[in-house]
T-cell receptor, first 114, second 110 residues
Framework: DTAVSQTPKYLVTQMGNDKSIKCEQN?????MYWYKQDSKKFLKIMFS???????INETVPNRFSPKSPDKAHLNLHINSLELGDSAVYFC?????????????FGQGTRLTVV | QQPVQSPQAVILREGEDAVINCSSS?????VHWYRQKHGEAPVFLMI?????EQKGHEKISASFNEKKQQSSLYLTASQLSYSGTYFC???????????FGKGTKLTVNP
């Protein structure tokens, strides 16, 4: 069983479209994250949710909106996609308390905006 | 504050050793190390929680010098499977926000 799963794995879309990426974890973790990895491999945190509540919201355009229907799911919706949104988006989860717990990453969603 | 990793890239022959450094201008509460193979997700290696702590994972070990605000990852007798990009991460201000360095790309050749 995959611990953290994301769908889709690949997403190719045109500028201006709206798209969603889904993430589910079966580890029983309370905390979930979205990271963006650009072409230079820089891993940058975007959002963090703890038990469905938003706790970290980095300087991310308003076009990005996370939604957590329950603590096992964290979806990412992106409006009006731009070329610069092309990247690999990773979902991750951990037990509360990042200081002493490991994060488990999903396999990533490669988003290409054309 | 993003931790700084060095070097940016390392090329080794199988069996050689390497050291990857991670430093911060701010106090480090803990240091996380992850490895990401090409096209895959980052995978956890280890967390160092206290100054002076050392840990090991296979033939990969790490140290944490709280005073110097740095951590080092030691790869001994490298194997082909060690190839990948290594990231160090530090929680900002002890919060849930894990900030990663820019990564060190390690290539191990036969």
């Amino acid at each position: 069983d995959t611990a953290v799963s994301q769908t889709p794995k690949y997403l190719v879309t045109q500028m201006g479209n709206d798209k969603s990426i889904k993430c589910e974890q079966n580890l029983g973790h309370d905390t979930m994250y979205w990271y963006k990895q650009d072409s230079k491999k820089f891993l940058k945190i975007m959002f963090s949710y703890n038990n469905k509540e938003l706790i970290i919201n980095e300087t991310v355009p308003n076009r990005f909106s996370p939604k957590s229907p329950d603590k096992a799911h964290l979806n990412l919706h992106i409006n009006s996609l731009e070329l610069g949104d092309s990247a690999v988006y990773f979902c991750a989860s951990s037990r509360p308390g990042t200081v002493n717990t490991e994060a488990f990453f999903g396999q990533g969603t490669r988003l290409t905006v054309v | 504050q993003q931790p700084v990793q060095s070097p940016q890239a390392v090329i080794l022959r199988e069996g050689e050793d390497a050291v990857i450094n991670c430093s911060s201008s701010k106090a480090l509460y803990s240091v996380h190390w992850y490895r990401q193979k090409h096209g895959e997700a980052p995978v956890f290696l280890m967390i160092l929680l206290k100054g002076g702590e050392q840990k090991g994972h296979e033939k990969i070990s790490a140290s944490f010098n709280e005073k110097k605000q740095q951590s080092s990852l030691y790869l001994t007798a490298s194997q082909l499977s060690y190839s990948g990009t290594y990231f160090c991460g530090t929680p900002q201000g002890g919060s849930e926000k894990l900030v990663f360095g820019k990564g060190t790309k390690l290539t191990v050749n036969p």
